[in-house]
């Protein structure tokens, strides 16, 4: 199991922009896949983004940029002209293979909040 911690959450207006940041402690952390959802109010969580332990990515919305680090056991989500419908509580996960469902990813965070007002 892997244990993750994102952070970077927040308010922000309309047409801003939010990098979140999900920490992992494990020592083989380079050689997951790790993914972003995200669940609005009274939605079913969402696929974000996914970076397979190479570096290569699927982000559906331009928007949004998903990027690596595993030197620091840290991957990232750089969110660009931010809606008030991204509001959302965003989650990191890891798992053995790049999916856009949720069944490969076994870990997961606790979340963090993205409020974005008109």
């Known amino acids: 199991q892997v244990q993750l911690v994102e952070s970077g959450g927040g308010l922000v207006q309309s047409g801003g922009s939010l990098r979140l940041s999900c920490a992992a402690s494990?020592?083989?952390?380079?050689?997951?896949?790790m993914a972003w959802f995200r669940q609005a109010p009274g939605k079913e969580r969402e696929f974000v983004a996914t970076?397979?332990?190479?570096g290569g990515t699927y982000v559906p919305d331009s928007r949004f940029t998903v990027s690596r680090d595993n030197a620091k056991n840290t991957v990232y989500l750089q969110m660009n002209s931010l809606k008030p419908e991204d509001t959302a509580v965003y989650y990191c996960?890891?798992?053995?293979?790049?999916?856009?469902?949720?069944?490969?990813?076994?870990?997961w965070g606790q979340g963090t909040e993205v409020t974005v007002s008109s």
């Open positions: 996960a890891a798992g053995a293979s790049v999916a856009r469902d949720e069944r490969p990813y076994t870990s």
């Open positions: 494990a020592r083989a952390f380079s050689n997951y896949a």
């Open positions: 970076i397979s332990p190479t």
